[in-house]
């Protein structure tokens, strides 16, 4: 089944540690984010990328970093910057063909929290 | 700077009473707004895509339909299994960033 792959789902970080999430999708997309949730709010984006070896910021990227090396995926890593990285992070991915208003699908999510 | 708000933040139905979540969105030229249905510990499952005021779309008892200046999730007489949070988003005209709104939390009691 097509889909995009999220690992692992419960991750802790130590402080002063560097951490990566991993995200995987098989549905041939092109663009693929990041998204942090925290209880009770919306989803904030935090990078975007649109093409192989190109991400853009989002709205909260700071104590954040991404690579893209392959299509099919798009780790983040949560550095010891971010001194709240306390949250329910999302990978997503789209089909950018109608000039980007295709809709967005998710993974299952990965919990990380502070030791 | 573009804003998507929806309300209620949480909603309380009797099995079978039929009810309506609201998204407003003021977005700069709207390109599409979406539904999604999350489940505690889930991702957020894409439901609908509306693109233009006056369409609609709808799956078993969901119904979309936009506006405007609004989306309206209506359900018609749900069941327990219809509990989720509810979450609206829209793309601007640059199409390359989603804006969510805060979501509406539903629970259904048998």
């Known amino acids: 089944d097509g889909g995009i792959t999220q690992s692992p789902k419960y991750l802790f970080r130590k402080e002063g540690q560097n951490v990566t999430l991993s995200c995987e999708q098989n549905?041939?997309?092109?663009?693929m984010y990041w998204y942090r949730q925290d209880p009770g709010q919306g989803l904030r984006l935090i990078y975007y990328?649109?093409?192989?070896?190109?991400?853009q910021k989002g709205d909260i990227a700071e104590g954040y970093s991404v690579s893209r090396e392959k299509k099919e995926s798009f780790p983040l890593t949560v550095t010891s910057a971010q001194k709240n990285p306390t949250a329910f992070y999302l990978c997503?991915?789209?089909?950018?063909?109608?000039?980007?208003?295709?809709?967005?699908?998710f993974g299952d999510g990965t919990r990380l929290s502070i030791l | 700077e573009d804003q998507v708000t929806q309300s209620p933040e949480a909603l309380r139905l009797q099995e079978g009473e039929s009810s309506s979540l609201n998204c407003s969105y003021t977005?700069?030229?709207?390109?599409?707004l979406f539904w999604y249905r999350q489940d505690p510990g889930k991702g957020p499952e894409f439901l609908f895509t509306?693109?233009?005021a006056g369409e609609e779309k709808e799956k078993e008892r969901l119904k979309a339909t936009l506006t405007k200046k609004e989306s309206f999730l209506h359900i018609t007489a749900p069941k327990p299994e219809d509990s989720a949070t509810y979450l609206c988003?829209?793309?601007?005209?640059?199409?390359?960033?989603?804006?969510f709104g805060g979501g509406t939390r539903l629970m259904v009691k048998p």
């Open positions: 988003a829209a793309y601007n005209n640059a199409g390359n960033m989603l804006t």
């Open positions: 997503a991915s789209s089909n950018l063909r109608g000039g980007g208003n295709q809709p967005q699908h």
């Open positions: 990328s649109q093409i192989v070896n190109d991400f």
């Open positions: 509306l693109y233009s």
């Open positions: 977005v700069s030229g709207l390109r599409g």
């Open positions: 549905l041939n997309h092109d663009a």
